[in-house]
């Protein structure tokens, strides 16, 4: 299974700012994945980050307001812009193998 | 995509008794299901799966059960210890357009508590 990193663990932010999350995995990999996990709550599915290409978005949610990018196999970051409270979550990443999807330790988001 | 149980409920076990988490699904195409563990500030890790083909797979201590028929999954835990404290989480890949498991969709979560 991959070794998946993200930076920052946790942070809090003020309404109206934006903050950058970091996904990094020690091997190559085709696809990443972007969820949101609200307090108490199940995994959403954001967006699948492509390499090369703009992230592909579910529905719901706007590149506008979670711009992805990509940069290269190993890597890719998530933007939460424009936060409000309703924003505060955790953020997960994660990576496929070969049938599942491996996870990085998240980043715990609250927006004051 | 349809859901995967939607709720979370809490399972309270004594230390040494077997558990069992229990998820409905309603999506009748989907053709692998998957069980993730998430300990307090960790990301989900993953625990046994399951293919369509398969009513039942064992792993260490943990036992996933495939009912198709009612479109229920099982994780039973044997002689649960306390470090198997944590919320668990069923997946299934409904996304039959990709390869089984990069796409999921995930069903709420039950929190398993071991009491000592």
């Known amino acids: 299974s991959a070794v998946i990193s993200q930076k920052p663990s946790r942070d809090i932010c003020q309404r109206g700012t934006s903050l950058t999350i970091q996904c990094q995995v020690d091997?190559?990999?085709?696809?990443m994945f972007w969820y949101r996990q609200q307090p108490g709550q199940s995994l959403t599915l954001i967006a699948t980050?492509?390499?090369?290409?703009?992230?592909?978005?579910e529905s719901g949610f706007v590149i506008d307001k979670f711009p992805i990018s990509r940069p290269n196999l190993t890597f890719s970051t998530l933007t939460v812009s424009n936060m409000s409270p309703e924003d505060s979550s955790i953020y997960l990443c994660?990576?496929?193998?070969?049938?599942?999807?491996?996870f990085g330790p998240g980043t715990r988001l609250t927006v004051l | 995509g349809e859901n995967v149980g939607l709720h979370l409920p809490t399972l309270s076990v004594q230390e040494g008794d077997n558990s069992i988490i229990n998820c409905a699904y309603s999506?009748?195409?989907?053709?692998?299901f998957i069980w993730y563990k998430q300990e307090s500030g960790k990301g989900p890790q993953f625990i046994i799966d399951?293919?369509?083909?398969?009513d039942k797979r064992q792993g260490q201590r943990v036992t996933v059960l495939l009912n198709k028929t009612v479109k229920h999954l099982s994780l039973q835990i044997a002689a649960t210890q306390p470090g198997d404290s944590a919320v668990y989480f069923c997946?299934?890949?409904?996304?039959?357009?990709?390869?089984?498991?990069?796409?999921?969709?995930f069903g709420g979560g039950t929190r398993l508590m071991v009491k000592p």
């Open positions: 994660s990576v496929a193998g070969a049938d599942t999807q491996y």
């Open positions: 091997s190559q990999v085709t696809m």
């Open positions: 980050a492509n390499q090369g290409s703009e992230a592909t978005y």
């Open positions: 999506n009748s195409a989907s053709d692998y």
């Open positions: 399951i293919r369509s083909n398969m």
């Open positions: 997946a299934e890949n409904w996304d039959l357009r990709v390869h089984a498991g990069n796409m999921l969709t």
